[in-house]
């Protein structure tokens, strides 16, 4: 068995990250520059501005479509277990005593 560190991001580091990325994508400076001026390697910096790029091409939601969003998946997650629960009963039920 090993022991692993469990690595907790911070509010901070996803924030150095994002400006990270911004510098590159809106700031015109290259990769290879921001990265060996950060003292992180290439593929690593890549890496950030491909979220960052990705979270710009997001669309926003707003409060009130985010909060409807987790009640919709939250119902579909309860009608799954509602069909399931209906078999297991269904099952039970057919039982020869």
Do not use: C
């Not at 707003?62 to 277990?81: D, W, Y």
Request: aromatic share 8%.
């Amino acid at each position: 068995m090993t022991n692993q560190k469990v690595v907790k991001q911070t509010r901070r580091d996803r924030e150095f990250r994002m400006d990270a990325a911004k510098m590159i994508v809106e700031g015109g400076r290259s990769i290879a520059e921001v990265a060996r001026e950060l003292g992180h390697s290439y593929p690593t910096v890549a890496s950030w501005v491909k979220v960052y790029r990705a979270a710009q091409a997001a669309p926003k939601l707003s409060p009130v479509e985010v909060q409807l969003k987790a009640a919709q998946e939250e119902n579909r997650k309860l009608k799954v277990q509602v069909e399931f629960l209906k078999k297991t009963m269904a099952y039970f039920v057919e039982l020869p005593k």
